[in-house]
């Protein structure tokens, strides 16, 4: 269970430093054409949305996903291990 949590660390410390370096990539960018962003806002606005709604999106597919495959295992696991051994004793 140790190297469970430890890579849950490092998946969450990784995830940390990708939204870190999106928002200064962001910032840099809004600084450089601060011009187009405050001309723009709505459709900036619009797509962050869009872009926020489409990774929920993503994780509900995910965990949905996921949750099937678990079933989907819990079945096989029950019907195979009802079946006799096709090897003779």
Do not use: C, Q, W
């Not at 600084?31 to 869009?50: D, F, K, M, Q, S």
């Not at 949750?67 to 006799?84: C, Q, T, Y």
């Amino acid at each position: 269970m140790g190297s469970a949590t430890s890579s849950r660390y490092r998946a969450t410390r990784l995830a940390l430093l990708d939204a870190f370096a999106a928002g200064a990539g962001l910032g840099y960018l809004a600084h450089e054409y601060r011009e187009v962003v405050v001309a723009n806002p709505g459709i900036i606005g619009l797509t962050l949305l869009l872009v926020f709604a489409a990774g929920y999106l993503i994780r509900v597919a995910a965990r949905a996903l996921r949750r099937a495959g678990s079933r989907v295992d819990a079945i096989f696991a029950e019907e195979l291990g009802n079946k006799p051994s096709p090897r003779p004793r």
